[in-house]
């Protein structure tokens, strides 16, 4: 029956709905009384309004900033399953989140009515109030589950996480699929397009509150801080200065508020130093500093200069002005390491006596079942001093024991200043007094992209403890390119827009089809959010292809040449770039061939030039390395001049080896000893003075490894080039005088027009994109026979299907299909550990030298993963024929240290010799072991699932079992 708030918007309804709960407040006896009484704190408007909704019977969608109290609504949640009988599923993005929601639920209702499962944690599952991941609950729709049976309600905190493009489709699943009884709670940051989401949320789950607040508990307030030079002083201070003018309200600065002046004075009046100035520093001395240690300059020279303030400086200022505990985000790994190092350089304590001995006691407790021999692999001793200075590092890479006890020093205030990447952004409650960036720019894996508005707002979002903090702060570091105006824009805007990410899977697809058939599938897809912004971005886009067309016309006339066709000559342009390329292909593989050629010629006792890469300068071969031959040819074990013992490959070396002299190596030479490698390292450095003492000129070198005359030759003795350049001089419009402005434009009207051409198809495409993806999806299942037609023309699941609808993972089509095939067949438990991480990792760095396979290139190990990149091929192949995006390559990145781990070698010597980081090997490791749990149930052999298990069992101990629950 339609009522009267039917014809509202969803924020008039959310202000009827605040209306009716304000009203409502006076009341006792209903479940939000109860609750508000037990919390022992006075619950925001929002929270009150939100509560409502929920006992009222309708669904939620709460969108408010980062520490303003979301998860209050989802506590409620749970108090109202409990207090009518039935169930309630709290859902997180990640392991740790729901770790950390698991321990606050279970000391409010008791371990007993409280459960947890991760996938590889499972507490009292059948607890009234389960918190999981959300990919545990798509399992359990998908199976059918009768832990579902009584469900009720199902929370989803950080539900604005279903933008991410790998997991991100799991949110859209559940709340599609989810039972229409159960009632929804979105737990979300501040998106600048909650209207629309709640729109989609009321269209699949039916009546649905939309209660958005923009309103922090704490003010945050901004500032720059700065190391101008002080007018008395000779040296650089670093000064925290206020971003907004003194009039704006940092709570509501508007768009685009007015800066500071004295801010703008010092940035107009300081200049910044840049590498160009190194030419004026000094007569003759590049470190020149003029009389007295400092540099000439000020009023009297050149105008002062500006640097960026050094990391231990911040963090000291900030603790001068009480706005410690801080997270200092670094948007690299290796930054945050070499933070904290920095700041132990400098002396900087930030504990008292008592407080470090509270450190070393709980460091101590949480890091008891660790074994002694992996603490120095695992860098344990200077994270522990830094530690008890109150300073850490927090980022993937740390081992899990490690960012847990990070996460718990800092909540209780013990440590003061973390240096963290973007990840501690996202669920881990870790609020802060400050919040500092060093940069506004980051790195996305492929380029350096400027820090949105978005995701400022999403990293400030941390400072300022509610009930602890007045106010919070957010610091920006001077750094090159900082624009305070351009600061002052991004600081106050909210443009946070929520992005669908979903795309059907090959294990939904066969889910669905198992459930409710093909035909009703793709109707229920066609629900999904992405369909649905789908659908209302078409009239943009088409606005956005006629500017397109309107400009390509102006090009055309920009480029027109009189003396002939000038797109005709652009296409011979072009020609001939791609030819020059392709040469250039050729004669990098040549080179390759010619290095490798060197590493197969090495002996022991050469002393050998590497004159390029990462290990530039001389070695020693210690071990040709032949009988460790991998795919880039052998990798042999050397000693630098530096005393350490390094495994040379391809990438470290990638135009080849040359050797200059020889050395005969003691037969008693152990490369375990110092003093035998500093001794042998003696010997090669006078060996190498002697050798250039007896070759004059030594400086001039001949040519390296494939960089003979020979290779320049190529493209003037290649015929189809000169073909084409020839074709190329002979047009007429070679000899315009006008000829490189026409080939700007149409080098603008070639990038239009492909942009153009893809909007295009944008457009074309934009309806039923969703379904259409699901036919092409079935198609390839329908082709490998997961899927097969009956005589009714309808689409059924196969026995093969049936297996792989119980394998979620991300390549799960790839998965099947090795096992399938029997790719895997006849591996060891390490082995197939070792192939399953091929499919499982993806590295973040490309690799440019082959990784080494235990038991050779001829091995069984080394054999089954040449199958599984033929089975990858083929499944790819497929997938582009039918217009779908290929399955991600594979990655032997860690092949051999899970195998080390599975055949139970100690950390130390699986990371020897590897840039993994410890929590990185622990991470994948817990991803090979999710899906070798899968394969334990869904193979299609008893043998290969027994194998499975032992491998999942070998996997899984040590650091990589620990969990904290």
């Not at 209702?109 to 409280?114: I, P």
């Amino acid at each position: 029956m339609a009522t009267a708030d039917d014809a509202l918007s969803p924020a008039e309804r959310y202000a009827a709905s605040r209306a009716r709960a304000t009203r409502s407040q006076v009341g006792s006896g209903t479940r939000l009384a109860e609750f508000r009484a037990s919390v022992g704190f006075e619950l925001d408007e929002f929270q009150v309004v939100a509560c409502q909704a929920l006992e009222d019977g309708r669904g939620v969608l709460v969108a408010a900033p980062t520490g303003a109290g979301k998860t209050v609504v989802g506590e409620f949640a749970v108090h109202l399953a409990l207090a009518q009988g039935g169930k309630a599923f709290y859902t997180t993005p990640i392991k740790a989140l729901s770790n950390q929601k698991y321990a606050d639920l279970a000391r409010r209702h008791g371990a007993e009515n409280v459960g947890l499962l991760t996938g590889d944690t499972t507490i009292n599952g059948e607890a009234p109030v389960v918190v999981m991941t959300t990919e545990v609950l798509r399992n359990m729709l998908y199976a059918g589950s009768a832990t579902l049976d009584g469900l009720q309600f199902v929370v989803m905190d950080e539900v604005h996480y279903l933008a991410d493009r790998f997991r991100g489709p799991v949110w859209e699943e559940v709340i599609i699929h989810l039972a229409d009884h159960v009632q929804l709670v979105s737990l979300s940051a501040t998106v600048s397009n909650a209207e629309e989401f709640g729109d989609w949320l009321e269209m699949v789950r039916g009546d649905t509150a939309v209660v958005v607040s923009e309103r922090r508990p704490v003010p945050l307030w901004q500032h720059v801080v700065v190391s101008a030079p002080e007018p008395h002083l000779r040296h650089s201070v670093p000064r925290l200065m206020d971003l907004y003018a003194g009039h704006v309200d940092p709570t509501d600065p508007g768009v685009n508020p007015p800066i500071n002046p004295d801010l703008n004075h010092v940035f107009r009046v300081s200049g910044r130093r840049t590498a160009g100035d190194g030419d004026r520093r000094g007569p003759g001395d590049r470190g020149y500093r003029g009389r007295g240690g400092y540099r000439p300059g000020g009023a009297a020279g050149l105008a002062p200069q500006r640097r960026t303030p050094p990391r231990f400086a911040v963090v000291d200022a900030l603790d001068a002005d009480a706005l410690l505990p801080a997270i200092y985000f670094i948007f690299s790994r290796a930054g945050c390491e070499g933070a904290v190092q920095q700041c132990l350089g400098a002396g900087l304590r930030l504990t008292s006596p008592q407080e470090e001995e509270e450190i070393r006691r709980i460091v101590e407790q949480r890091t008891a079942t660790i074994p002694p021999e992996d603490l120095d692999v695992l860098g344990y001793w200077t994270w522990l001093q830094a530690l008890a200075r109150g300073i850490a590092a927090h980022h993937a890479g740390l081992l899990p024991v490690f960012k847990e006890t990070v996460e718990e020093l800092f909540a209780r205030g013990l440590v003061k200043a973390v240096f963290a990447t973007e990840t501690l952004a996202l669920g881990i409650n870790m609020p802060a007094r400050s919040v500092v960036l060093e940069k506004l720019v980051k790195w996305d894996g492929t380029a350096h992209q400027p820090v949105t508005p978005g995701e400022y707002t999403q990293l400030t979002g941390r400072a300022g403890r509610r009930g602890i903090d007045v106010e919070g702060h957010a610091v920006v570091v001077d750094h090159p390119g900082l624009d305070p105006v351009a600061l002052a824009g991004l600081a106050s805007r909210r443009t946070y827009p929520l992005r669908s990410s979903f795309r059907p899977t090959y294990n939904m697809a066969v889910n669905l089809v198992s459930q409710v058939g093909h035909d009703r599938a793709r109707e229920v897809l066609e629900t999904s959010f992405a369909q649905f912004q789908a659908d209302r971005g078409v009239v943009g886009l088409a606005k956005q292809a006629q500017a397109h067309a309107e400009a390509l016309a102006g090009y055309d006339k920009a480029m027109a040449c009189d003396l002939g066709d000038f797109g005709a000559y652009m296409t011979l342009r072009r020609k001939i770039s791609a030819r020059e390329k392709e040469l250039s292909r050729a004669a990098s593989g040549t080179r390759r061939a010619e290095a490798v050629a060197t590493f197969d010629r090495l002996q022991r006792g050469d002393v050998v030039e590497v004159p390029t890469g990462r290990r530039r300068g001389y070695v020693l071969v210690l071990d040709p390395g032949r009988d460790e031959r991998g795919f880039d040819g052998p990798r042999p074990t050397v000693l630098t001049q530096e005393k350490q013992v390094k495994k040379l490959t391809l990438a470290d070396a990638p135009d080849g080896v040359t050797v200059v002299t020889r050395l005969k190596i003691p037969k008693a030479f152990n490369a375990r000893r110092p003093d035998a490698r500093r001794d042998l390292a003696s010997t090669m450095r006078n060996a190498l003075g002697a050798f250039r003492d007896d070759v004059p000129g030594r400086g001039a070198r001949g040519p390296r490894p494939g960089q003979g005359p020979g290779r320049r030759a190529d493209a003037a003795s290649d015929r189809e080039l000169q073909s084409l350049r020839a074709a190329l001089r002979a047009h007429p419009c070679h000899a315009c005088p006008d000829r490189d402005d026409h080939a700007r434009w149409a080098e603008r009207h070639d990038t239009l027009a492909a942009e153009h051409a893809r909007l295009v198809q944008r457009i074309e495409g934009r309806t039923g994109t969703v379904a259409r993806t699901f036919d092409r999806t079935c198609t390839v299942l329908e082709t490998l026979r997961y899927l097969e037609r009956a005589a009714d023309g309808e689409l059924h699941v196969t026995a093969d299907g049936t297996w792989l609808r119980r394998v979620y993972a991300e390549n799960d089509l790839l998965l099947a299909e090795c096992l399938r095939r029997g790719a895997w067949d006849g591996l060891d438990a390490a082995g197939l550990a070792a192939a399953v991480s091929t499919v499982v990792y993806s590295g973040r760095r490309e690799e440019a030298a082959e990784p080494y396979v235990p038991g050779g290139p001829h091995g069984r190990l080394a054999q089954a993963l040449d199958a599984t990149t033929r089975v990858w091929a083929e499944v790819t192949d497929l997938e582009e024929a039918h217009g779908l995006d290929a399955t991600g390559a594979l990655d032997l990145g860690i092949v051999a240290p899970v195998h080390r781990w599975a055949t139970g070698k100690g950390l130390d010597a699986v990371l020897r010799g590897t840039d993994l980081a410890a929590g990185d090997f622990v991470r994948w490791c817990k991803q090979v072991v999710d899906v070798l749990d899968q394969l334990g149930q869904a193979a299609p052999t008893p043998a290969l699932r027994a194998t499975a298990r032992r491998a999942q069992d070998a996997v899984l101990r040590g650091v990589v079992a620990y969990s904290s629950i």
